[in-house]
């Protein structure tokens, strides 16, 4: 009615909880932006023209990864009819570059399978943050009286242990090499609580006193598979920049690492995880007998169990898949009820251990002639940057083909730090309980036998297999990495690979797998998932 007042009591608080943390990039971010007429991606800038993590974003990142933490999220906000308003404020990021550093342009492309070329429509480029860039985050939460400060002290200090051992990323493209952070070196979460119920304890927070420090544990709480890749490349090794320099056509890909500015080469996540990617499909397709590689490229990578370590796109209205649902659905997802998505082994960047200066390199980038780039060239000892010259063959004069010279700056004597992959079986848990609950409901299991097949697969068992064997093959040098792999570059000599957490502790030596694992229960579950994708591959030709 009008000119009737309602009374409306608000919530009252009996405590906050105020987080901050001081976060340092591990490696480049990407945060998307507005669409640009130059960059694919680009990356988000506040009114001020500073880069930025909205608020929403670091939300988004930090509840999924409670929630695949088991940690309870009701403080975040929920949906539905009984949904309630978030209790949480999360503040936005201004992210600090490397000082004289800047945003940095990268490229990527999807491979084609089949023709080992450049996929149709796969090619992009993005603008990312260098290694080095920090942020801070601010997290404040109010609990109402009566409602479950421990239970909320409980999980900001699971936050905060997770954002000190760099569990949580942010940003696009975190299985892919980007979005890695950690607490800045020197610096610490800091927890603090603030009675705010009473009097007191309200005119002691409005006055900026210190509120109560809340310890956090440092222990690292990963239950992830961490693996360590210790390696260097057995000859020349490089990823190719997005540019080319004056006197040379093709020069390594460097980006900035640290706070001076000084640069680095760089192997992209994505490098590493699509040589990777493309073993453990070729090992599935082998022992699957299947020879026939579908023609569109996103459905190339929906190998099954690959799909699952590694990730596929979902499907949209106009893929090809669409259009024909039941017949184009992978095998993996028919078998273990998961919908495609991001994969479970996520790939951080590889930058090498020499720093280069940025000047120096700017330098070798616009060399005018050859005297100007070997005066700079000759002056480094490791790593050791030599101009490779390169022809094509006319098959006819057998003389040099027209307009077929070119030349490579490769970069000899490289060490690398170590290549690191860490694998969240959360999402395989989750394929795990699908299987169980359609066993349950025997919705497609309308033959006992299979029925009782399905009921003993295990996803987990069996993707940690594909795993073992493409880090098995990667021990021995049969994964080459980089640029012009057919032509001579790109050769990896491993010292070893260590894999811990995740029930999965063992070590890889020139393809030798060295644990104490029951190594029986994976062959096992290897060969049973095997057996079912069989099957359902027979179901699928005879329909």
């Known amino acids: 009615m009008k000119g009737r007042k309602v009374k409306v009591m608000p919530r009252k608080l009996s405590c ?5 943390a001081r976060l340092e990039a591990q490696t480049a971010i990407h945060v998307g932006g507005l669409e640009s007429g130059f960059e694919d991606m680009t990356v988000a800038l506040n009114g001020n023209g500073k880069p930025y993590i909205p608020g929403t974003s670091l939300v988004g990142a930090i509840k999924a990864w409670l929630a695949r933490e088991s940690m309870d999220t009701s403080f975040w906000g929920s949906e539905g009819d009984t949904g309630s308003a978030s209790s949480v404020c999360m503040e936005d990021a201004i992210i600090t570059l490397p000082s004289g550093s800047s945003m940095q342009i990268r490229d990527g492309v999807g491979i084609n399978r089949v023709t080992g070329t450049a996929a149709y429509q796969a090619k992009y480029d993005m603008t990312v ?10 997290i404040t939460v109010d609990i109402a009286e009566g409602g479950d400060c421990s239970g909320c002290e409980s999980m900001l200090k699971h936050l905060a242990n997770g954002l000190m051992h760099g569990l949580i990323r942010f940003g696009a493209c975190k299985t892919r090499g980007l979005g890695e952070v950690k607490i800045a070196q020197g610096k610490e979460a800091s927890l603090k609580k603030f009675d705010i119920g009473t009097r007191e304890g309200m005119i002691a927070f409005l006055s900026d006193k210190a509120g109560v420090d809340v310890p956090v544990d440092q222990t690292d709480i990963s239950r992830s598979v961490i693996i360590n890749i210790n390696w260097n490349p057995a000859g020349p090794m490089m990823v190719r920049a997005g540019y080319d320099g004056i006197v040379v056509d093709s020069i390594p890909l460097l980006e900035p690492t640290n706070e001076k500015g000084e640069l680095a080469l760089l192997l992209p996540g994505s490098s590493i ?9 070729k090992i599935v397709r082998t022992m699957l007998g299947d020879d026939a590689i579908p023609i569109d490229f996103l459905d190339q990578v929906k190998t099954p169990l690959a799909d699952l370590l590694f990730g596929a796109a979902a499907e949209t209205e106009n893929s090809s898949s669409s259009h024909d649902p039941e017949n184009h659905l992978s095998l993996s997802v028919r078998v273990y009820k998961i919908k495609p998505g991001s994969g479970s082994a996520s790939f951080a960047d590889c930058y ?6 940025s000047s120096e390199w700017v330098e070798v980038a616009n ?3 050859e005297e100007a780039l070997n005066n700079v060239v000759d002056k480094r000892c490791k790593p050791r940057f030599q101009e490779a010259y390169h022809t094509a063959i006319d098959r006819w004069t057998n003389a040099v083909n027209k307009s077929a010279l070119y030349q490579v700056l490769e970069p000899h004597l490289a060490e690398w ?10 999402r395989l848990r989750k394929a795990m309980a699908s299987c169980a609950d359609s066993i349950a409901n025997n919705s497609d299991n309308s033959h006992p036998a299979n029925a009782q097949s399905n009921a003993n697969l295990n996803p987990i068992a069996a ?6 064997f493409t880090l098995r093959d990667f021990s021995r040098g ?4 980089g640029f012009a792999v057919n032509r001579g570059m790109g050769d990896i000599s491993v010292t070893n690979i260590k894999i811990t957490g995740g029930g999965l502790d063992c070590e890889i030596k020139n393809g030798v797998i060295f644990t104490k694992m029951d190594m029986v229960a994976l062959k096992s579950a290897w060969n049973e998932a095997l057996e079912a994708l069989k099957r359902e591959g027979e179901k699928t030709c005879a329909a």
Not at 463 to 468: E, G, I, K, S, T
């Open 129 to 138: 943050l260098p290694r080095g860039s920090r942020f801070t985050i601010g």
């Open 417 to 426: 730090e170590p290549i690191r992959i860490v694998v969240d079986t959360s």
């Open 478 to 481: 049969d994964i080459p990495l």
């Open 352 to 357: 090498g251990v020499e720093k280069i200066p």
């Open 16 to 20: 906050r909880y105020v987080l901050k």
């Open 463 to 468: 993707c940690h297999a594909l795993l073992l």
């Open 367 to 369: 060399a005018t002639d």
């Open 273 to 281: 995880k699509g040589a990777m990617r493309t073993r453990a499909e």
